[in-house]
């Protein structure tokens, strides 16, 4: 990294569900620019996959679970100056399917789980002089597709809780923003992107004209986990091609 303002050196970084597509990017991201890196995920061998020196089995929709998490991995690194929530998962159903299963079980990973991991990291963060926390939250807090209503829901929460952290914590010096990425091209998402009408859907609708690969996310977590943001608090940047930006109406002449 050539610019001092986005170097995490002598940081520690905790990414859950760091075992994932996007995780793992954004793990090696952190490594790269000089933090410690710890991963989570739900077994010992997706969080030590990615390589990096410190891996935590942990089983995040239990709220104990993550308050045990936390205080694991800042006994194992010594505090933990950026978290980076990316767990997540979705069960892709139109809602006259959706299970009351289905749905406590999306809120306890998306929802209930981001919100108890910031809980337990908070006072660490206070005590060491604050922090930085980096949520994923999605382009479908504010956009939503068919078959990810409670999904999307969740999302529309992490984003809420975002704000409401940063509020709350912004005088022990701890920031907390969000992401909101809109389709990355990954195998799991593979069902929404696979045919080639949808293939053409997200082409010609995103005005960057593709999906999103990966490690396109690498450099907006960087600069919120840094000092290059450092007086940006209680905001997502939404990673989404321009959709949001709006449409072009020659598309369908
Ligand atoms: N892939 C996309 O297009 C996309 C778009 C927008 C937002 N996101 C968000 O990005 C994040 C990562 O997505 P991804 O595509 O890398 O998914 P992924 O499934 O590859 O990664 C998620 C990781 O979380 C882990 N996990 C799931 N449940 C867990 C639990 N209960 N306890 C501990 N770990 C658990 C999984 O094992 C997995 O490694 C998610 O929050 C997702 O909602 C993804």
Known sequence: MSTSLFSLEGRTALVTGG???????????????????????????????????????????????????????????????????????????????????????????????????????????RAHGGGSIVNVSSLSAKYSYQTISVYAATKAAVTSMTRSFAQEWARDSIRVNCIEPSVVRTEFTKPLWGEPHRQRFFDELTPLGRLMEPGELVGAVLYLAGDASSYVTGQAITIEGGILSGANWDQFA
Do not use: W
């Open 19 to 125: 075992g994932g597509v996007i995780g793992t990017e954004l793990a090696r991201g952190l490594a790269a620019a000089g933090a410690t890196v710890g991963v989570q995920d739900l077994t010992m061998d997706r969080a030590e996959a990615v390589g990096m020196p410190h891996a935590f089995a942990v089983d995040v929709s239990d709220p104990a679970a993550c308050a045990a998490l936390i205080s694991e991995a800042e006994h194992a690194m010594g505090r933990v100056d950026i978290l980076v929530n990316c767990v997540g998962i979705n069960r892709r159903k139109p809602i006259d399917d959706v299970t009351p299963e289905d749905f406590d079980a999306i809120v306890a990973v998306n929802m209930r789980a981001v919100f108890f991991l910031c809980q337990a990291v908070h006072a660490g963060m």
